[in-house]
């Protein structure tokens, strides 16, 4: 970002660029056929096909792939204000099977966000349906911003 090309402003714009900042760079989530389907500010919806490579010996869909898709949704929730931001802690209650040829849907909520750190809920469900399983993720802002250089030319950089 320069001078002739100033960064978002908006709360929604500067959420969806750094979700696509984010999105280039993102190979795990593109190669389990994930989809980043809404962004908002504290907000994000991603889908997930249950492939049958993703089945374990009980015929449903490996619960850490159910964890690595409510953990992106996570991911993308907490850094779409822009700041570098990683996972201290998550807890996931599996609820119910998903099974192959499923869509799984996550759904993050910020629900609490101060200083640093961030509290939020993720709601994973097959699509249309039932609750598959609930996530809580923990926040912690590590420095540095999503899109490089993008802070430093914003005028509302000078808080820590």
Request: glycine fraction near 10%.
């Amino acid at each position: 970002m320069d001078a002739t090309n100033p960064p978002p402003t908006d709360p929604q714009a500067l959420a969806e660029a750094a979700a696509a900042a984010m999105w280039a760079r993102d190979h795990a989530c593109q190669a389990l056929g994930m989809r980043l389907e809404a962004i908002g500010p504290g907000r994000a919806v991603m889908s997930m096909p249950v492939r049958a490579d993703m089945v374990n010996g009980h015929a449903i869909c490996h619960g850490g792939l159910i964890f690595t898709l409510a953990d992106s949704a996570f991911a993308y929730a907490c850094n779409s204000h822009n700041h570098n931001t990683v996972a201290s802690a998550c807890h996931i209650d599996f609820l119910a099977p998903a099974r192959q040829g499923e869509v799984l849907e996550a759904e993050a909520v910020e629900r609490a966000l101060a200083g640093r750190s961030g509290v939020y809920d993720i709601t994973v469900r097959v699509r249309g349906g039932r609750t598959v399983a609930l996530f809580r993720g923990k926040s912690h802002r590590i420095g540095g911003e999503v899109i490089a250089g993008l802070q430093a030319a914003s005028p509302s950089a000078t808080h820590a």
